[in-house]
Nanobody
Framework: QVQLVESGGGLVQAGGSLRLSCATS????????MGWFRQAPGKEREFVAA????????NYADAVKGRFTISRDNGKNTVYLQMNSLKPEDTAVYYC??????????????????WGQGTQVTVSS
């Protein structure tokens, strides 16, 4: 059973940056495709970014492309989301997710079996 714990959320002004971390345990991290999703109040959970199990390639939602970067450290069993040029519309609870050997281009939340508890990101204008 894979366990995921996010950290790094907080309150930041528009234009600022945050780095989210997601530490994993209970599985072979290097075999899991890792994703980040977000959910704003009253909205469905939406795809943000995903990275292959090797870290060799990433996939991004159009809304964050060029501003967010997903990366992973397989030695630390951790995936990161560097968020730059933050906008108020980025405000949401951010979740990391894991699925073994999954196609990282899939953007549906239903494709992932393992989820963290989420971390709040609030961007003020």
């Amino acid at each position: 059973q894979v366990q995921l714990v996010e950290s790094g959320g907080g309150l930041v002004q528009a234009g600022g940056s945050l780095r989210l971390s997601c530490a994993t345990s209970g599985g072979t991290f290097s075999t899991y495709t890792m994703g980040w999703f977000r959910q704003a109040p009253g909205k469905e959970r939406e795809f943000v970014a995903a990275i292959t199990w090797s870290g060799g390639d990433g996939n991004y939602a159009d809304a964050v492309k060029g501003r967010f970067t997903i990366s992973r450290d397989n030695g630390k069993n951790t995936v990161y989301l560097q968020m730059n040029s933050l906008k108020p519309e980025d405000t949401a609870v951010y979740y990391c997710a894991a699925e073994k050997y999954m196609n990282f281009r899939l953007t549906s939340a239903r494709a992932y079996d393992y989820w963290g508890q989420g971390t709040q990101v609030t961007v003020s204008s």
